[in-house]
């Protein structure tokens, strides 16, 4: 049977002002807001050449914090797409990724985390999540067992 697989490009962005950073003055969003990261329209805030939406790609708009789905679009785009499996991988691995995982977990969805294709700032943040939480909320893999799994079902 022929899966149909989409991609989906999340960034995250801020205003200037950092008015719409949900938590600016605690944690990584404070230093976010500190240090002025992720400003809307400048290059920290830009999906890199290689990984440029091409089309039929689904883009999530309205990301401001550290999960993928509150404010954003995302929930709906899997819904209306009919997607039920997420597979995730990024930056930070014990913030971002984690966070994203378990609400994509709690919402329902098959959640697939590619272990090698995550970074954290530090490498016992990343194994505490990989080895810890990852098993609990989803399905820990690397992207070569991803990507051998996914063959193996087409």
Same mark, same amino acid.
């Given at each position: 049977?022929? @899966? ?7 960034? /995250? ?16 969003? @404070? ?15 830009? $999906? ?11 883009? /999530? ?12 679009? #995302?929930?709906?785009? #899997? /819904?209306?797409?009919? $997607? ?12 971002? /990724?984690?966070?994203? !995982? ?38 820990? !893999?690397? @992207? ?11």
């Amino acid at each position: 049977s022929h @899966k149909q697989w989409y991609q989906r490009r999340v960034r /995250v962005s801020f205003k200037e002002d950092m008015t719409d950073n949900p938590n600016k003055g605690l944690g990584i969003l @404070k230093g976010c807001s500190d240090d002025k990261l992720f400003l809307a329209e400048t290059w920290n805030s830009k $999906i890199c050449d290689e990984m440029t939406p091409a089309e039929g790609d689904l883009v /999530v708009s309205g990301k401001r914090g550290l999960d993928a789905f509150p404010g954003t679009d #995302l929930e709906e785009l #899997l /819904v209306s797409n009919k $997607i039920t499996t997420v597979v995730l991988g990024g930056f930070l691995t014990n913030c971002c /990724v984690e966070s994203t !995982m378990r609400t994509a977990y709690e919402k329902g969805f098959n959640v697939v985390t590619l272990t090698d294709c995550c970074a954290g700032t530090s490498m016992e943040g990343h194994s505490a999540a990989t080895a810890g939480t990852f098993g609990m909320f989803s399905q820990p !893999m690397t @992207k070569d067992e991803f990507v051998a799994k996914f063959q193996n079902e087409s």
